[in-house]
């Protein structure tokens, strides 16, 4: 098992369906009222690329990909068009889009993060496959240029020199999804006017 750095062809991820997926349990009491219960921490994307294939060439790329990654085996790269920003769809990345730490003399590294917020509550997705050259990081709400490596496989940001105590870290990025194929059969139509069609090709985000 392994994890391939390369990412699911663009022009069909950009018509793949799905999102974020999370599993609760709920109780009905006999009184009609519920008790529910969160079995996962944190959700976990599911895609259907189907939707993006239009062409038979589309379906021939799929395939081999599907085949080059042997089926379930290993994970790969993909792009969530509805979500792959640190900030807002319409927004190029900024140094301060995210918080991911504060300094204290002595720590260098810093994991890539993503908040999610309404009203009063978050949730903090880690976030480790970011686009190479894409990462922007500020300390004390500067941009730093230089000082710093993001590791592209990994989501780390790493400083040559500690941020002194109490200084704050925060970045910007673009990012992908870690994702594996979630079946290791593919059922395929090839009609007589040489439309490939595929009635679903699923893919489950990989927890890193």
């Known amino acids: 098992m392994a994890f391939h750095e390369i990412r699911f062809p663009d022009n069909i991820s950009r018509g793949a369906r799905g999102g974020p997926s999370r599993r609760t349990q709920i109780v009905e009491l006999a009184s009609g009222?519920?008790?529910?219960?969160?079995?996962?921490?944190n959700s976990r994307r599911?895609?259907?690329?189907s939707y993006g294939i239009r062409r038979a060439d589309d379906l021939a790329a799929v395939v081999a990909f599907f085949e080059a990654r042997n089926g379930r085996l290993h994970g790969f790269r993909f792009k969530d068009w509805s979500d792959y920003?640190?900030?807002?769809?319409s927004a190029v990345p900024a140094p301060t889009d995210h918080l991911i730490g504060t300094g204290n003399g002595a720590q260098t590294a810093f994991q890539l993060v993503k908040r999610y917020t309404s009203g009063s509550q978050s949730w903090?997705?880690?976030i480790t496959k970011p686009v190479a050259g894409t990462v922007r990081v500020a300390v004390n709400g500067v941009e730093a240029t230089s000082g710093w490596l993001a590791g592209y496989?990994?989501?780390i940001v790493t400083f040559a020199t500690a941020p002194a105590n109490g200084v704050t870290v925060r970045a910007g990025f673009e990012f992908d999804v870690p994702v594996r194929f979630d079946s290791d059969a593919m059922d395929v139509t090839l009609d007589i006017e040489r439309l490939g069609s595929i009635t679903s090709i699923g893919l489950v985000e990989i927890r890193r």
């Open 33 to 41: 009222d519920e008790e529910r219960n969160a079995s996962w921490a």
């Open 46 to 49: 599911r895609y259907d690329v």
């Open 85 to 89: 920003k640190s900030g807002l769809p």
């Open 124 to 126: 903090t997705r880690t």
């Open 153 to 155: 496989t990994t989501g």
